[in-house]
C-alpha cells in the first residue's frame, strides 16, 4: 500500500516531516509522496529521514492553479499535483515557486484586512506564526477556531474562507497551461489532483475538462482520492485508459486540518497498490 498525496507542516498540514515519516514507517506503507503547496521544504527535510527508514519517498507538489480566467471571470480554481520521478526538480522551477509564495503572502495580508472589517480580531502576524513560511486559509481557520469565532475548522471555511465566504479574497494563482508546462519543464509529471471537485454529480463536465487539459499537456489524473467513491474511482479510471494517462492516488493527508482521514487509508475506503507507482516511474521516463 502507498499514500502519494500527503502534506506537512511545511504547508497546510499538521504534522512535522519526520512525523509524517515516522507515521508511514509505523503503517508498513510501501511509498509515500509529499506534495505540500508551493515548497519542497517537507520533502527535503524527509529525504534522508525516509532514507534511514527504509522508506521509497516520492518528491511531489500540489499548486493551485486558475482555469478559463478572462477579464470578465476569475476562472475556476484547480489543483495540479507535479511527480519528479526520474530527476529532482530544476532549480528554475525552485525560484518560480518563490514567485509563487509571493502571491499567496499577498493574498494573506488582504485576507486579514477582509476578516478585521467583519470583526473579526486576526492579525497577519498570528497566522503566519502558525503557517511560517506557507501560511494559508488552514491557519486563519486555526486561528479563527481558537479564538472563538467559529466551532469548527468546517465552520470557517463555509461562512469566511471558501470561494463563497465573507472574507473570501483572489489570490494571484498561475494559470492552469502554465502549471501544467511548468510541471513538464522541470522534468516532472502532472497529474489533475482530486478531479471529483470538478463537478461531483456531473461526469459529463468532467470528461470534457479532462479531454481539455489532455491537449495542454496534463499526463496523469488521481483516480484514487479520501474524497472518491467506487463510481468516481471507475469513471476516472476509464478517462486515463481512454486518454492515455497515467494514475495517481493518495489519501491527502492534513494531519489535524482534517479530522477523520488517515495516512494510507483515508476514511477507510482507500488502498492505492503499489503497481500504481511502479506504472508512473515507467510514464515518467517514457518519451
Not at 13 to 20: D, R
Not at 218 to 246: C, F, M, N, T, W
Request: hydrophobic share 40%; glycine share 10%.
Amino acid at each position: 500500500m502507498i499514500d502519494l498525496h500527503t502534506h506537512t507542516d511545511e504547508s497546510d498540514g499538521t504534522s512535522t516531516p519526520a512525523e509524517l515519516i515516522e507515521a508511514a514507517h509505523a503503517l508498513r506503507l510501501e511509498a509515500l509522496g509529499i506534495s505540500d503547496h508551493d515548497t519542497f521544504r517537507g520533502y527535503d527535510q524527509a529525504v534522508p529521514l525516509a532514507e534511514a527508514a527504509g522508506l521509497d519517498l516520492v518528491c511531489g507538489i500540489e499548486l493551485s492553479t486558475k482555469w478559463r480566467r478572462t477579464p470578465e471571470s476569475r476562472g475556476r480554481s484547480i489543483h495540479m499535483l507535479g511527480y519528479f520521478l526520474d530527476a529532482p526538480p530544476t532549480a528554475g522551477f525552485r525560484q518560480w515557486l518563490e514567485t509563487v509564495r509571493a502571491g499567496r503572502r499577498d493574498r494573506n495580508r488582504r485576507l486579514a484586512l477582509r476578516l478585521q472589517a467583519l470583526g473579526i480580531d486576526v492579525q497577519l502576524e498570528e497566522v503566519e506564526r502558525l503557517g511560517r513560511s506557507l501560511a494559508g486559509r488552514p491557519h486563519f481557520a486555526r486561528l479563527m477556531l481558537e479564538k472563538g469565532y467559529v466551532a469548527t475548522l468546517r465552520e470557517a471555511f463555509d461562512r469566511y474562507l471558501a470561494e463563497t465566504g465573507a472574507a473570501y479574497v483572489e489570490r494571484d494563482e498561475p494559470s492552469l497551461d502554465e502549471g501544467i508546462r511548468r510541471i513538464l519543464e522541470a522534468g516532472g509529471l502532472p497529474s489533475l489532483a482530486h478531479p471529483v471537485r470538478l463537478a461531483k454529480h456531473n461526469p459529463s463536465v468532467i470528461e470534457k475538462a479532462v479531454a481539455e487539459m489532455c491537449g495542454l499537456g496534463l499526463r496523469a489524473i488521481e483516480a484514487y482520492h479520501s474524497d472518491h467513491g467506487p463510481q468516481d474511482v471507475s469513471l476516472y479510471l476509464k478517462l486515463a485508459a481512454r486518454h492515455g494517462l497515467a494514475i495517481t492516488g493518495g489519501t491527502d493527508f492534513h494531519g489535524g486540518n482534517k479530522p477523520g482521514l488517515a495516512l494510507g487509508i483515508g476514511y477507510g475506503n482507500m488502498a492505492v497498490p503499489r503497481a500504481v507507482l511502479d506504472s508512473l516511474r515507467a510514464e515518467a521516463v517514457r518519451p
